[in-house]
């Protein structure tokens, strides 16, 4: 790997990935090229082309070719000739948002810095990443942005930021400042996003680039379940096996903006950050502004090679702390079981029940605090109710902890309820406009965690149940989106500051609990998955994937999540049938084998499971012991897709490729179907493989060599298609299968 510096040019290079830029004749910053590793001894500055265009405006009077309107730039600015849409609008005393921000210098240092507040990728050593830091100066204000570019040695990673400097003696108003800016020199990709609602999240939208704009956002206040702040442009005909894509990772969890501008000379611009609508950053002098981070992933291999690159890059440098590593613990949660209605013996029946079958985790969900007894009171007072819990959680937890089975606890920290004592202490803790309607969700206002006075409270109040009770595992909801975004603790001219200030008040909470309990595995949640981005994986490494938990719904969100992030992340449980959800009923081992493919739990009153289903819920959670650490650690590949097909496909490997499990689920049954069989990838193609759990062949285990199972394919045809033979399970709707290769 290494950062190649030669006159004017740059060129960032590791032996899968090359990027290169030239300082153009402006002292602006161009892009030449991005893909596969080429040469360094070479000078690439052939490819910045000009040519004199009809209509263009040029920054020189005497050279007619050159128009910032035809070159790829790496930080596009308006005003100056380039008329596509810029990566910075910054507003000047004089009421002018024209800049000309210029190279000045550049410095390269090994690793990768820690970004102040905000999560970022991360290296343990220094030699696993170099760091280049370009500085652009706009000589009329002396505003300096540094744009970050760090490399990964073994990883097909770039990762970018941009961090504004006043110098000057005026203040400016950033208006648009954005992470990254990406010019291509063509226009022939899909765009494929994962879009959706809650209870039908990240589910996979395909198009093909077209001149205009393409985007997908938030000004939620969060990333949304609406719109996931991951993208990836791929060349036609790229699939899961081949074919070459950029992936696009925005590490932040509040308001975003990621567009793809294709001109009409079909160059596209790919612009990445903090969404413009809404936020005005006040840039005194002497202050600075930091962007969040912006992962670009690249393959040539196709998008589960995409996916694995990206999976272990948020597992190993993304992840953080004691439960980064650690196979997560299998969860028996409440809260479909009993929702508000419960008392302290009914928990501990469940949580004794669940010991029984063989989980190590009993979560308490909503309801144990303050006047919480349904939606409209309570949130905001982290007090336990000593009316449902005598002796309070440090009480409830000893005694489930005292059965064999770890205490978790559910909080919803960033929210209040009008009826609760914070809120009638400091109504002004929360975010609204003044003499404006304060719109509700659920009940709810938003806790303004632009204010550090209201972070230190609620750090103060979750401490002191965290501190006095054995709690090993935290699910951190929130399920309301901003409103009326307005902090009376800010001045007139910030207020375009709220929404990004709150973000960083939750940033900084969440910093505070996992230092002061790194014992404690957080999880986080947002109406399910309105926040599963990578910004929060660096605080909690799991999340909670949907509020839907019916099987067949999960296979689609389970899929298009997997694109981005790592199989251990994605809280997947058990649910009752009918499903809470969509009142689907499906069998318990399909909801099991769905499951299985994440963080395992169960969202469930075991306790009203028939002798029959409490045996097969343990064999499923002996079945989860054997194996979580290759499932939720292993390489994950998608094979067919429930967005194309009634069956649904997938598998994972472990890193030795002497192990591997391989997930088969059928939405809707069929009859006299065709023969079927489904190739299988990642496996070492000069091993024999023993397969067991195959029904196909009537119940005995089978051997084939890799090579076999890779070019001809697992056979999954039905035995039974026509009459049911004696002693066989019938096929039926929502079915599913599992298959464990081992190698001999």
């Known amino acids: 790997m290494t950062i190649h510096v030669t006159d004017t040019l740059f060129h960032l290079r590791n032996d899968s990935l090359s990027y290169i830029m030239q300082i153009l004749p402006n002292g602006y910053l161009g892009q030449l090229y991005v893909g596969p590793a080429v040469p360094l001894d070479v000078d690439y500055s052939y490819l910045l082309e000009f040519a004199a265009r009809p209509t263009s405006a040029c920054p020189f009077y005497d050279n007619p070719v050159f128009s910032l309107e035809h070159v790829k730039q790496e930080y596009g600015q308006y005003g100056g000739s380039d008329y596509r849409q810029p990566a910075v609008v910054m507003s000047q005393p004089d009421g002018s948002t024209v800049t000309t ?27 696993e990443a170099e760091t280049l830091i370009i500085v652009l100066v706009d000589p009329l204000t002396t505003v300096r942005i540094e744009l970050s570019y760090t490399l990964f040695s073994s990883r097909p990673v770039l990762t970018r930021t941009a961090r504004f400097i006043n110098d000057g003696h005026a203040e400016v108003f950033l208006d648009q400042a954005m992470s990254a800016c990406l010019d291509l020199p063509d226009s022939e990709y899909e765009w494929r996003q994962f879009s959706g609602a809650w209870g039908r999240e990240r589910h996979l939208k395909t198009r093909t680039l077209e001149q205009g704009i393409t985007s997908i956002g938030s000004i939620r206040g969060n990333s949304s379940a609406q719109q996931n702040p991951f993208v ?61 981070e912006v992962v670009f992933a690249y393959t040539a291999e196709g998008l589960n090679d995409l996916s694995a690159t990206l999976h272990s890059l948020f597992r190993e440098r993304l992840m953080r702390g004691q439960w980064r590593d650690r196979p997560r613990p299998i969860v028996t949660n409440n809260w479909e079981a009993t929702y ?8 501990i029946d469940i949580a004794r029940t669940a010991q029984g079958v063989g989980a190590e985790l009993f979560v308490l969900d909503d309801g144990w605090f303050g006047a919480r ?52 202490t400091h109504p002004d803790w929360v975010i609204q406009t003044p003499n404006r309607r304060r719109s509700v969700g659920r009940f709810q206002l938003v806790l303004d965690y632009s204010r550090a006075e209201v972070v230190d409270h609620v750090f103060t109040q979750l401490s002191e149940v965290f501190s006095t009770a054995k709690i090993s595992y935290v699910k951190w909801d929130m399920n309301r989106s901003l409103t009326e975004v307005f902090s009376s603790a800010l001045p007139t001219d910030q207020q375009g500051e709220v929404a990004h200030r709150h973000m960083l008040g939750v940033y900084a909470l969440l910093e505070r609990l996992t230092t002061a309990f790194p014992h404690i595995l957080f999880e986080s949640c947002a109406s399910g998955g309105a926040r599963f981005d990578a910004g929060m994986f660096f605080y909690a490494p799991q999340a909670w994937a949907s509020d839907d938990s019916d099987a067949v719904e999960r296979l689609k969100i389970q899929w298009g999540s997997s694109f981005a992030y790592p199989i251990v992340s994605h809280g997947a449980h058990v649910s009752i049938t009918p499903n809470h959800q969509v009142n689907r009923v499906t069998p318990l081992h399909t909801r099991a084998n769905v499951a299985f493919f994440g963080a395992f739990g169960y969202e469930l009153d075991l306790n009203k499971l028939s002798d029959e289903e409490i045996a097969e819920v ?87 060599s890799g090579s076999e199972l890779h070019n001809i394919g697992l056979i999954t045809s039905d035995r039974n298609s026509g009459d049911v033979p004696q002693n066989v399970t019938p096929n039926r709707d929502f079915d599913s299968r599992l298959f464990v290769l081992t190698a001999e």
């Open 101 to 127: 921000f210029q190279y000045e210098s550049h410095r390269i240092e090994a690793g990768k810095s820690r970004l102040d507040g905000l999560p970022a990728t991360y290296v343990e050593d220094d030699s």
């Open 232 to 292: 990836i442009l791929a060349r036609p005909g790229t699939d899961d096996l081949q074919g070459e894509a950029i992936g696009c990772a925005f590490v932040y969890s509040g308001n975003f903006l990621i567009q793809a501008e294709v001109d009409t000379f079909d160059t596209t611009r790919l612009l990445v950050g903090i969404h413009p609508q809404g936020f005005r950053w006040k840039l005194r002098p002497g202050s600075s502004f930091q962007t969040p």
């Open 340 to 347: 508000f209605d419960f008392t302290e013996d009914t928990l």
């Open 373 to 424: 007894r349904g939606e409209r009171a309570g949130l905001g007072d982290w007090t336990p109710n000593t009316d449902l819990l005598p002796d309070g959680i440090a009480g409830l937890s000893k005694k489930v902890t005292d059965l064999g089975i770890d205490f978790g606890l559910w909080v919803e920290p960033e929210m209040v309820n009008e009826d609760s004592d914070l809120f009638r």
């Open 618 to 704: 343990k064999a499923q959670v002996a079945f989860m012991k054997e194996h979580r650490e290759l499932i939720q650690f292993g390489t994950f590949y998608r094979l067919r897709s429930p967005f194309d097909s009634n069956v649904t496909c997938w598998m994972v490997v472990n890193k030795q490729k002497t192990k591997a499990i391989v997930g088969w689920y059928r939405v809707l049954n069929t009859v006299n179907a065709p023969f079927d069989r489904v190739r299988l990838v990642g496996l070492d193609t000069t091993k024999r493989y023993r397969i067991t759990g195959n029904e196909l062949v009537d119940g005995r285990d089978v051997v084939r």
